[in-house]
Antibody, heavy 119, light 108 residues
Framework: QIRLVQSGVEVKKPGDSVTVSCVTSGYNFANYDINWVRQAPGQGLEWMGWVSGYNGHTQYAQDFQDRIAMTTDTSTRTATMELRSLKSDDTAVYYC????????????WGQGVLVTVSS | SYVLTQPPSLSVAPGQTAKISCGGLDIGRKNVHWYQHKSGQAPALLSDVLSDRPSGLPERFFNSNSGNTATLTIARVEAGDEADYYCQVWDSQTDHWVFGGGTKVTVL
């Protein structure tokens, strides 16, 4: 059974950083990318970027390029997303989602993690 | 950057047909993917990039794409179809994924 299990709720202050992890199982980690998508309250889905499970290569959305980092650990089958310099409008549910490559859609998703940014 | 436009909401009676549009420049030349997002759950992929028929879903769901509009059709709508629906494309100009704004489908 394919599973993507994300870390728990986070509460941060403006200017902080947050790290969200995504532990995977049930498939060959190296054969898939992990994408990160967020949904702010009352808003739609927003793609943040992807990281390759094979070699750790990344592609970030323009809006996050200067304050995001996505990594993988093949030994633990874990993908991690760090977002820095948090602002209140970074409050959102953050999802990881796997895809066979960078141009194929996301066929399995994590459960999502609520990150709240508030002073 | 590439923009996808969806109607914010759509109301439909049980048993009727829902048509959810997704507008984008020459979207007919792109592979369009659809996601169903129910409240409190993770989004779920509806459409298969290789076919027009969503895989693993009832045959009530249909996907079409031509010109500047892609459409997800849900036939014989049921209460369980109530969700937000998002279209998505890969923008090869920017190497970015793009989502539409989402359409909230309410079953009356």
């Amino acid at each position: 059974q394919i599973r993507l299990v994300q870390s728990g709720v986070e509460v941060k202050k403006p200017g902080d950083s947050v790290t969200v992890s995504c532990v995977t199982s049930g498939y060959n980690f190296a054969n898939y990318d992990i994408n990160w998508v967020r949904q702010a309250p009352g808003q739609g889905l927003e793609w943040m970027g992807w990281v390759s499970g094979y070699n750790g290569h990344t592609q970030y959305a323009q809006d996050f390029q200067d304050r995001i980092a996505m990594t993988t650990d093949t030994s633990t089958r874990t993908a991690t997303m760090e977002l820095r310099s948090l602002k209140s409008d970074d409050t959102a549910v953050y999802y990881c989602a796997r895809a066979p490559n960078s141009i194929t859609p996301f066929d399995n998703w994590g459960q999502g993690v609520l990150v709240t940014v508030s002073s | 950057s590439y923009v996808l436009t969806q109607p914010p909401s759509l109301s439909v009676a049980p048993g009727q047909t829902a048509k959810i549009s997704c507008g984008g420049l020459d979207i007919g030349r792109k592979n369009v993917h659809w996601y169903q997002h129910k409240s409190g759950q993770a989004p779920a992929l509806l459409s298969d990039v290789l076919s027009d028929r969503p895989s693993g879903l009832p045959e009530r769901f249909f996907n079409s794409n031509s010109g500047n509009t892609a459409t997800l059709t849900i036939a014989r709508v049921e209460a369980g179809d109530e969700a937000d629906y998002y279209c998505q494309v890969w923008d090869s100009q920017t190497d970015h994924w793009v989502f539409g704004g989402g359409t909230k489908v309410t079953v009356l």
